[in-house]
């Protein structure tokens, strides 16, 4: 039986405590392999100004390669790996857009095997495909998978999520089969599909999609806020869903999102050690189903 590969974003607790102590305690709480959160570490939207601008670290200078393979250092040193990454968000501004392959970049010197690139919230699946394909070459070059993520957006007035890129099944696979290349795939955000409004569940993506899930973000809500917290804490149904996931043979690694609880918890450390110990419940159901 294949073992399932544990992992998470370090991207919430590398702002307080940096990438290397993050590796480290990622490590150090069980997990088989990190998530290289490039989301606003090499640049950032200002949402109030809507304005791009630089990060303050090493990812964003001219010496960001050295750097990656530091921090890769860093892991092997401790017995994990780099899994995924993620890009620069949101990728509907341009400036943003700009830097999706340095991240790229960035993944393939970590190790990675996939980098999650957003689609544009605003965009339809042909508008969207020429984002992808034209990143794609890059990707293949430097042998990373672009992996696109179901969005939402919010209806002030309903109180709730709204439609945006893959934010429906249909329109998620419709995506994957308009770039229609092995090297683009699906990452499906477990609770950005469980979010009301949105006309669609985590199980109806999983069936969907099939083949083409190759990553995910875990994470639990209350069925309506994109919360970002622990599995098991809320109200998402994850005994469903690793019934769906076996149903497709699902093949790719269970990798936490939980960023709201890293940025909130007392103790870095033993975040860590507190979301582990849900995914790793969730690692052992799901190869315990047959």
């Known amino acids: 039986m294949r073992k399932v590969i544990t992992s998470t974003e370090i991207g ?5 405590i940096g990438e290397k102590k993050a590796i480290e305690l990622v490590a150090k709480a069980g997990f088989d392999a990190y998530d290289f959160s490039l989301i606003s570490n090499i640049v950032r939207y200002d949402y109030k100004t809507k304005v791009g601008v630089y990060a303050d670290t090493p ?60 689609p544009n919230n605003f965009k339809d699946a042909k508008e969207n495909a020429e984002m992808f394909l034209e990143l794609l ?30 934010s429906h099944h249909e329109d998620f696979l419709a995506h994957i089969k308009e770039v229609n290349d092995e090297y683009f795939v699906a990452c499906l955000d477990i609770g950005h599909a469980e979010m009301k409004g949105l006309n669609t569940s985590a199980v109806q993506m999983i069936r969907t999609l099939g083949r083409h899930l190759q990553a995910l973000h875990i994470h639990d809500n209350d069925k309506k806020h994109d919360s970002h917290w622990i599995p098991f804490s809320m109200q998402i149904d994850f005994d ?11 093949q790719g690694d269970f990798t936490l999102e939980c960023d709201a609880y890293m940025t909130e918890c007392p103790d870095v450390g033993e975040g860590f050690k507190e979301i582990y110990g849900a995914v790793k419940k969730l690692a052992d159901k799901y190869e315990q189903l047959t």
């Open 12 to 16: 919430a607790a590398s702002k307080r």
């Open 59 to 118: 990812l964003s200078g001219s010496e960001y390669l050295k750097y990656v393979k530091e921090l890769k250092k860093v892991a092997e040193d401790n017995g994990i790996f780099c899994n995924q990454s993620h890009a620069p968000f949101p990728s509907y501004v341009p400036f943003i857009q700009d830097h999706i392959k340095r991240a790229i970049e960035c993944a393939a010197e970590a190790g990675a095997k996939i980098c999650v690139v957003h």
């Open 137 to 166: 070459p890059f990707a293949k070059a430097h042998g990373i998978k672009i992996a696109t993520e179901n969005m939402w957006d919010w209806n002030d007035e309903k109180d709730e999520a709204s439609v945006a890129a893959c």
């Open 240 to 250: 469903e869903i690793l019934r769906a996931l076996k149903e497709i043979d699902y």
